[in-house]
């Protein structure tokens, strides 16, 4: 089924290459990171998951800004492998800690005695955590958490200089502590991806929130865990705002479009009590993946002005104001706006400060075009796009604690 697997670094440079049958030509990778490299079809901004070449199928992901990617010479479900690579990353990053191409390289015989077992002469067999524990002998190399590949030209607001992943849990399953003790921990975390439409005149449009419950599981025994959510948690809508404080704690009730659960995860008093039962896996996954587009209250606005200043030229001037708790700081902070395509030179202004909640930021750019503007700037321009870390901070007022019978 699977011809071939690779990873590929920013660079197009080999990390892990593996044939499993011999079919697809030499120079397989060279021309997959080309075609991915200067994609242009139809003035797409980057190549699709899957294309073909030559014959050859191209499937793959881009993780923690790595290539995982597969090649097949039949026709295979391209959703049965993308889920495959997702996998694949999911289980390295869970037996590294760290998933970069520095953790890669230094634990480049860990990742091949996992592919082995992952995958059997272009067959998956295995995607489990749990289940490879038997069949992996090889130790981890830990490496520093925050030496992160750097940001692109994009990254216009940056607080610090050592950036952190999303999740605090940086540690290898199969490490353990000096003296060889076994470290009995678990970590959960709240992950939400929001995206909100701003008017021009700064007034919310639309607004959704893709949110995931994570858990990472270093237990003995596999002991069985109790998930406690907000008791005022409703599923499916109402028609009324997430955002009206109607419930006792003052928080507003957390009303969820739709959700779904890890296959752990047993819902017997879920309707009553709001409590998921569950016997964590080994590794890291999504106990609960959810929905919200009621109303709720951004964490940043956004405004957006661009004018022009001649007939080459134009002036862009971005506001961002962080509406939350002045004891909250964000970090990790990028702002993407894509600018017209005739865009020659671009000279940036931005006002310094960190971004904490209430303050407010302006970023004004000068922009030069290679040809004289014909068009609507307003719509050639945009959308802003925005992508931050908020620790201790989510949007949707979500909220459990961890039993452990």
Not at 148 to 154: E, S, Y
């Amino acid at each position: 089924m699977i011809s071939q697997f690779f990873v590929l670094s920013q660079r197009g440079d080999h990390i892990v290459f593996r044939d499993y049958r011999g079919e697809v030509p030499k120079g397989s990778a060279e021309i997959f990171f080309r075609k991915v490299k200067f994609w242009n079809d139809d003035e797409a901004e980057e190549a699709p998951p899957v294309f073909n070449v030559d014959g050859v199928n191209y499937i793959h992901v881009k993780v923690a800004g790595l290539f995982f990617v597969v090649t097949t010479m039949v026709n295979v479900s391209p959703s049965l492998l993308l889920e495959l690579l997702q996998r694949i990353a999911r289980v390295t990053k869970d037996y590294l800690g760290v998933l970069n191409e520095d953790s890669l390289r230094k634990n480049f015989i860990l990742v091949y005695e996992l592919l082995d077992e992952v995958i059997d002469f272009g067959y998956p067999q295995t995607t489990s955590t749990e289940v490879l524990k038997s069949y992996i002998f090889n130790e981890p190399i830990m490496v520093d958490a925050g030496r992160l590949p750097p940001l692109g030209p994009a990254a216009m607001f940056m607080q610090g200089t050592k950036r952190m992943p999303g999740t605090a849990v940086t540690k290898s399953v199969v490490a353990t502590e000096p003296g060889g003790k076994k470290r009995e921990e678990i970590f959960v975390d709240i992950i939400e991806r929001i995206s909100v439409t701003f008017s021009s005149s700064g007034y919310i449009l639309t607004s959704e929130i893709d949110g995931t419950i994570q858990m990472k599981s270093y237990l003995t025994g596999n002991p069985e865990i109790r998930l406690a959510l907000n008791e005022d948690l409703s599923i499916g809508r109402t028609g009324s705002s997430s955002y009206d404080y109607r419930s006792s704690s003052g928080g507003g009730a957390v009303i969820l479009d739709d959700c779904n659960f890890h296959e752990s995860v047993h819902l017997d008093s879920f309707d009553i009590d709001r409590t998921l039962h569950l016997i964590p896996p080994d590794g890291e996954f999504a106990v609960m993946n959810y929905r919200i587009t009621q109303e709720f209250k951004p964490p940043f606005r956004v405004t957006a002005l661009i004018e022009e200043a001649g007939p080459s030229r134009a002036e862009v001037l971005l506001k961002i104001r962080a509406d939350f708790s002045a004891n909250v700081t964000a970090n990790t902070i990028v702002v993407q706006m894509p600018v017209p395509s005739y865009t020659m030179r671009a000279s940036f202004e931005l006002e310094a400060g960190a971004i904490v909640g209430g303050s407010e930021h302006t970023l004004r750019a000068k922009l030069t075009f290679s040809q004289e503007s014909h068009g609507n700037l307003t719509k050639e321009a945009g959308p802003v796009n925005m992508n931050f870390t908020i620790p201790m901070y989510n949007t949707s007022k979500l909220q459990f604690s961890v039993i452990q019978d």
